[in-house]
């Protein structure tokens, strides 16, 4: 089995469409669709790698979510808004 520093030098051998291809071939392997156990929810790629960029965001400080002015975050009823857009009572 190749190491990942064999594996990185071949890559970088190929011709730009090929590393672009096996990047889509990678993040579709990386970010495929996940069944939550005991449930017959499946959670997209998409939803996965949102998520992933929502924690990093948050992590890092970016999270939109947080209103550095009044240093607090938004309420739970501006937060379901912004997620399922509407009104709530």
């Known amino acids: 089995m190749s190491t990942y520093d064999e594996v990185l030098t ?5 011709s730009h469409d090929e590393q ?6 990678l993040r579709l392997l990386v970010y495929s669709p996940v069944e939550v156990q005991g449930t ?21 400080g970016r999270d ?18 912004k997620l399922f857009g509407g009104s709530f009572g």
Do not use: F, M
């Open 10 to 14: 071949s890559v970088q051998h190929l």
């Open 20 to 25: 672009a291809r096996l990047l889509e071939t």
């Open 40 to 60: 017959d929810e499946i959670i997209s790629a998409e939803e996965i790698a949102a998520s992933d960029t929502a924690l990093q965001d948050y992590r890092a």
């Open 64 to 81: 939109s979510l947080w209103d550095r002015g009044t240093n607090r975050g938004i309420s739970s009823q501006e937060l379901k808004r």
